[in-house]
């Protein structure tokens, strides 16, 4: 053995991590602080918006309509809903232009619906680009719910030119619909870190759920009046205060509110701003620090 390995063989584990300090050397790959987390999504904003542009114009380069299936989507699956719940169901009786009510509930919906999916596949997707490159992984599900925003930008267009043609003229109100959607897209951006994490170590979360999904659609009211069933007495009071203060519903009787003229204030459940604040705060920054605390196992095992 050479002399000068001498005293690094018999060096114990504090000493050389010592060393190591003291030379500025680090763990590859270890967590950093959260401040410093946070930083570094900051610094990567460029990349991030233009990821979830890139892969916006993508997603439908195939289809022969291309972006115009950003719209036919929420809109076929109205038309569904509506034969199923307006129609056979019955669901319209009672409530004022309901084709409004409808439309504005899927596309809402179909916000929050396809970030949480996109969520799921945010790191296991994604396995190359996260083994290849060193960045900040939530990066991606925050770029993917970028992306969704972007889209549903795209189809609110296309709402309003709906809403007119339906009667729904220009109010004050409409400006409410801005703070309302951008509650929801932090709701969404911290649901969909959360589902990141849970995937990436389980990828069957993603087969699961479209069938949780579903099921949470049909209590958010996207297709239902929420308030008649309140006013109808069949089920107790709790119940219908636990549907009335779920993300979803919150964030579609905002939509409603800001944007049909027929759905007033005494439709919405009390304290709806401060619940729908409440609920985008909680899971963004729940989210991301759940997230940020497996940051060094991404992409790994």
């Known amino acids: 053995m050479p002399p000068h390995e001498a005293p690094l063989r ?22 950093p602080s959260l ?25 439908y380069s195939q289809a022969r309509l291309g972006q115009v299936w950003q719209v036919m989507t929420p ?13 056979l169901m019955d669901a319209k009786e009672g409530v004022a232009d309901y084709v409004p009510f409808l439309i504005t509930g899927i596309f809402v919906w179909t ?35 970028l992306q969704q925003l972007q889209q549903l930008l795209l189809s609110l267009a296309a709402l309003v030119m709906i809403l007119l043609g339906l009667g729904e003229f220009p ?9 309302a ?4 897209a932090l709701f969404n951006t911290g649901v969909a870190l959360v589902l990141a994490r849970l995937a ?25 009046s929420i308030q008649h069933l309140a006013a109808s007495g069949r089920f107790p009071d709790g119940v219908v205060l636990a549907l009335q203060c779920n993300p979803a519903a919150v964030y579609i ?18 304290h709806v701003w401060a619940l729908a604040a409440g609920w985008a705060l909680l899971a963004f920054g729940g989210g991301f620090i759940w997230f940020w605390k497996a940051e060094e196992t991404y992409g790994r095992g």
């Open 10 to 31: 018999e060096a114990s584990t504090e000493d050389l991590r010592e060393l190591a300090l003291r030379h500025g050397l680090t763990v590859s790959g270890a967590r």
């Open 35 to 59: 401040p410093a987390y946070a930083r570094q999504i900051w610094s990567r904003r460029d990349f991030i918006t233009a990821f979830a542009t890139a892969r916006l114009t993508a997603q």
């Open 75 to 87: 809109l076929l699956n109205a038309a569904v809903y509506y034969l199923i719940f307006g129609v």
């Open 111 to 145: 916000f929050t619906s396809n970030t949480i999916l996109a969520g799921t596949r945010a790191i296991s997707g994604n396995l190359g680009l996260v083994r290849a490159l060193h960045f900040p992984r939530a990066s991606l599900p925050i770029s993917l719910s």
């Open 171 to 179: 109010a004050w109100s409409w400006f409410l619909a801005v703070p």
């Open 181 to 184: 959607l951008l509650c929801q």
């Open 200 to 224: 990436a170590r389980t990828p069957d979360i993603s087969q699961l759920m479209p069938f949780v999904l579903r099921t949470w659609m049909y209590a958010s009211g996207a297709m239902w």
């Open 253 to 270: 009787d905002l939509m409603r509110f800001a944007l049909i003229g027929s759905y007033t204030s005494a439709q919405l459940p009390p």
